[in-house]
């Protein structure tokens, strides 16, 4: 170094100085270029290109389209970019609902839906999903003035496992009360309480149809599937008076909650913001219904709403994922008290021909005033995953009860052909929008696969074994649905009761062209060669 | 012979298939602020194609009606007569092109007067690029040749596209039409600017549903717009040849008037001095 006389130095530093700025000068340009050329580079949106479609020469064989989702629709949304147009929405929506294509075109001034959410299980890249109210879920827990209540249907309880890698129908009753006591809520109640309700209210509706205490026909279907309900304003309005006139178990939990509850609690009901965990997408869809709002106008507030929020089990999953909370790791958490004890009868109301069963087992009790035999608890014909089920029951002082349970709306618009037809012999019918009842509903987990009865009959043990291990079976056994009717409601089907929890429904048969519906079955899926 | 797509918007559902399969096909990026589905899908340079959706009233009730809007693929385009480049060109199957990017022939020098020409708005110019093209809907001009429908037309699972020859189509318009009393009893695109490659039935006027029936307060024209152009331009060679012929014959008239005059002076000069001597 210290042979390094100063010209040399002085040379080398200028050399670097020329170099430097040559470094300079380059980047520079460089810049320039890639400035004004990137302009030509396609932009990378980061999307995945599927790789079905990543060669151009296998189009069309695997393109075939989509179904019509309305961007305002309050259960589901699409994300455009991911569509790849395989068309497995339109098999559900077809062959599964037997919506898509069974109704005339030009549209009227509706998209035809009856919400029930099964595109987005079957859907492969995720595009149709439900709509998500997390964020006004995380706005009402974030605020101190607000008394926020949470219900959970009783198939989550089996399906919310899932989401954390527990298998198929995991029992996670009590961790999901733990975890949604995590997360901030001020009251935990199940609406497996109000499934126990709704057996009253619907069984005695059942009983006063076959006696002729009412004037509405036989058979009397059920009303607790929102899909369902959709579906028979749409395509057989005029069968609307067979519908039970009772509402769902989430909106009798909605107006018993804003009532009942926050009466007994002292809290006022502006301040109550009432949340449900459902399987459904169409819960959303009943929870905005202008008609449910009658604990509002109970209390002379019509702007309340029975249910202000409703959360899929995927939207619950994904609020405790971002929250770190991990359900493998949580203790099991009991119900808060007043609305929050069940029966094993409402927690069969999760699985297809469980509303049926409880019913009948109530029904039974009423007429006789007895225990219904051993027989009724493990009513076989009526369980399991066939599309359409049928049974008799003999209830001594009403006569042979013949009853039918239907699930998937295709197997549905069998069974209401018949009942069109005069053809029914049946007094009490069950219909389920979705594959299995709620335990297969749209709002449930994804599986890596397309929905296969392998998981459903897998939920659907789960929910009977818990029947079967549960010391109440009968939904009159409740007590705090006997304290309800004490101190609240007075009787099933009371004045109170049918203000509360009794509804009316809408014929949707003007949104749809019914005027050739023969011709338009005719655009059934296409598949391009 | 020429193909065409018939656009029934009696049988559209408004799923937007159409729109995803032309984005797949053509490999086209998605923005959030550009929708090609709904009240606000316009088209713009990746958006080729969009599904339109207006609340119409009829006498009865309002309905609901979407419409796919793509370009129509005159007979006689407006664009290809505009551009001094050539980069239109309108080949035998139907399709109109942009030679620059389906070719890669670049010609194009971003003057944009198709933009100008076209009466339906359809190219657009990729505004955010330095060195950008004019883009539009190329009818799937390689699918075209293979004879095959374009991306939109065959995902379509209603029916409401149907593909075919521009003639036989147009048959099929009209027995449709006959056929049933709810439609406007017109075929848009059958004459509209010289006729286009993509033909509408509609059961609603067709200005309600955003198709272009009137241009500066009158019908639009039936005449394909080249022809205003070619009615000016044809005169261009008898003028060219004309005013050349008028100002050679001037010229010459004017030399030889100099030459006569010369001639003249030198002849008087000449008589002068043969006076003198």
């Known amino acids: 170094m210290m042979s390094l006389n100063s010209k040399e130095l002085e040379e080398s530093k200028e050399i670097t100085r020329r170099a430097f700025l040559k470094i300079i000068s380059g980047l520079g340009l460089t810049g320039l270029m890639a400035g004004g050329l990137s302009g030509c580079v396609p932009k990378q949106t980061g999307e995945i290109t599927p790789p079905l479609l990543a060669k151009s020469k296998m189009w069309p064989e695997?393109?075939?389209?989509?179904?019509?989702?309305?961007?305002?629709?309050?259960?589901?949304?699409?994300?455009?970019e991911k569509c790849i147009l395989c068309g497995q929405c339109i098999q559900a929506c077809q062959e599964t609902q037997s919506v898509y294509g069974f109704y005339n075109l030009p549209v009227v001034d509706e998209t035809i839906c009856i919400n029930c959410g099964q595109c987005t299980l079957v859907c492969p890249t995720g595009a149709i999903s439900e709509r998500d109210d997390t964020r006004k879920v995380l706005k009402a827990l974030a605020d101190p003035d607000k008394f926020v209540v949470v219900q959970t249907a009783p198939a989550t309880r089996v399906a919310l496992g899932e989401e954390f890698?527990?298998?198929?129908?995991?029992?996670?009753?009590?961790?999901?009360?733990?975890?949604?006591?995590?997360?901030?809520?001020?009251?935990?109640?199940?609406?497996?309480f109000t499934a126990d309700l709704t057996i009253m209210e619907e069984a005695t509706e059942l009983i006063k149809r076959?006696?002729?205490?009412?004037?509405?026909?036989?058979?009397?279907?059920?009303?607790?599937?929102?899909?369902?309900?959709?579906?028979?304003?749409?395509?057989?309005?005029?069968?609307?008076?067979?519908?039970?006139?009772?509402?769902?178990?989430?909106?009798?939990?909605?107006?018993?909650?804003?009532?009942y509850y926050a009466k007994n609690k002292n809290i006022p009901p502006e301040k109550f913001v009432s949340v449900s965990i459902m399987p459904c997408t169409a819960k959303k869809f009943e929870a905005k219904r202008p008609e449910m709002n009658d604990s509002g106008l109970c209390l002379g507030k019509p702007a309340l709403r029975d249910v202000d929020?409703?959360?899929?089990?995927?939207?619950?999953?994904?609020?405790?994922?971002?929250?770190?909370?991990?359900?493998?790791?949580?203790?099991?958490?009991?119900?808060?008290?007043?609305?929050?004890?069940?029966?094993?009868?409402?927690?069969?109301?999760?699985?297809?021909?469980?509303v049926m069963e409880a019913a009948v087992r109530t029904a039974y009790f009423f007429v006789t005033g007895q225990q219904p035999p051993a027989s009724l608890f493990n009513l076989t014909p009526v369980r399991g995953l066939s599309g359409i089920k049928e049974a008799q029951v003999d209830i001594p002082g009403a006569g042979t009860v013949k009853v039918a349970i239907c699930h998937g709306m295709a197997n549905g618009r069998k069974v209401l052909?018949?009942?069109?037809?005069?053809?029914?012999?049946?007094?009490?019918?069950?219909?389920?929008?979705?594959?299995?009842?709620?335990?297969?509903?749209?709002?449930?987990?994804r599986t890596t696969a397309l929905p296969s009865d392998e998981i459903r009959t897998k939920r659907l043990n789960s929910l009977y074994q818990a029947d079967a291990r549960w010391q109440r079976r009968e939904s009159h056994e409740n007590p705090e649905v006997v304290a309800l009717y004490h101190k609240f409601l007075e009787h099933p089907m009371s004045e109170l009761a049918e203000k509360l929890l009794h509804t009316e429904y809408v014929s949707r048969a003007d949104k749809l062209n019914r005027t050739a519906v023969a011709a338009a079955r005719s655009w059934k899926l296409r598949v391009v060669k | 012979m020429a193909k065409a797509v018939l656009v029934d918007i009696t049988k559209c559902?408004?799923?937007?298939?159409?729109?995803?399969?032309?984005?797949?096909?053509?490999?086209?990026?998605?923005e959030e602020k550009e929708p090609q589905l709904g009240e606000k899908a316009n088209l713009c340079a990746n958006n080729w194609t969009v599904v339109q959706k207006f609340a119409v009233d009829t006498p009865e009730t309002g309905v609901w009606r979407y419409i796919k809007r793509q370009c129509m693929h005159c007979l006689e385009p407006a664009c290809e007569s505009a551009c001094f480049t050539h980069s239109f060109v309108k080949t035998k199957e139907g399709a109109v092109i942009y030679k620059p990017t389906e070719l890669k022939q670049d010609f194009c020098v971003g003057c944009r007067y198709c933009m100008i020409a076209c009466p339906f708005?359809?190219?657009?110019?990729?505004?955010?690029?330095?060195?950008?093209?004019?883009?539009?809907?190329?009818?799937?001009?390689?699918?075209?040749?293979?004879?095959?429908?374009?991306?939109?037309?065959?995902?379509?699972?209603t029916g409401a596209l149907k593909f075919g020859e521009r003639e036989e189509l147009l048959v099929e318009a009209r027995q449709r039409i006959s056929a049933s009393p709810h439609y406007v009893k017109d075929i848009y695109g059958e004459k509209e600017y010289g006729g286009t490659s993509w033909l509408y039935l509609s059961d609603v006027p067709f200005e309600k549903i955003g198709l272009k029936t009137t241009a500066f307060e009158k019908p639009v024209s039936k005449e394909p717009i080249p022809l205003y152009s070619w009615n000016v331009l044809k005169w261009t060679p008898y003028i060219f040849?004309?005013?050349?012929?008028?100002?050679?014959?001037?010229?010459y008239y004017t030399k030889r008037r100099v030459e006569v005059h010369e001639e003249e002076m030198y002849e008087a000069v000449e008589t002068k001095e043969d006076i003198k001597q």
């Open chain 1, 309 to 354: 929020i409703v959360l899929t089990t995927r939207e619950l999953a994904r609020l405790l994922k971002q929250r770190n909370i991990d359900l493998n790791k949580l203790p099991k958490e009991n119900y808060d008290p007043l609305m929050g004890e069940s029966t094993g009868g409402a927690i069969i109301f999760g699985a297809t021909g469980g």
């Open chain 2, 13 to 30: 559902v408004g799923c937007g298939g159409c729109t995803v399969a032309c984005k797949l096909y053509n490999e086209l990026t998605w």
């Open chain 1, 210 to 259: 076959i006696k002729g205490e009412i004037d509405k026909p036989l058979p009397q279907f059920t009303s607790c599937s929102p899909g369902w309900i959709k579906f028979c304003e749409y395509f057989y309005p005029e069968l609307l008076p067979h519908m039970s006139s009772c509402k769902s178990p989430q909106q009798m939990f909605g107006a018993l909650a804003k009532t």
């Open chain 2, 241 to 251: 040849v004309g005013w050349g012929a008028v100002l050679t014959a001037l010229h």
């Open chain 1, 165 to 192: 890698g527990m298998p198929a129908g995991a029992w996670v009753m009590g961790q999901q009360v733990a975890a949604l006591r995590r997360l901030g809520f001020d009251a935990v109640l199940d609406t497996n």
């Open chain 1, 62 to 80: 695997n393109v075939v389209g989509r179904i019509p989702i309305d961007p305002d629709n309050p259960s589901i949304v699409r994300y455009d």
């Open chain 1, 417 to 445: 052909e018949k009942v069109k037809q005069g053809q029914s012999p049946w007094h009490f019918i069950e219909f389920m929008a979705c594959p299995g009842g709620c335990l297969g509903g749209g709002g449930q987990p």
């Open chain 2, 121 to 157: 708005d359809i190219p657009k110019f990729e505004w955010d690029k330095a060195l950008p093209f004019v883009r539009k809907c190329r009818f799937c001009n390689d699918r075209l040749k293979a004879g095959e429908p374009p991306a939109c037309v065959s995902v379509c699972p």
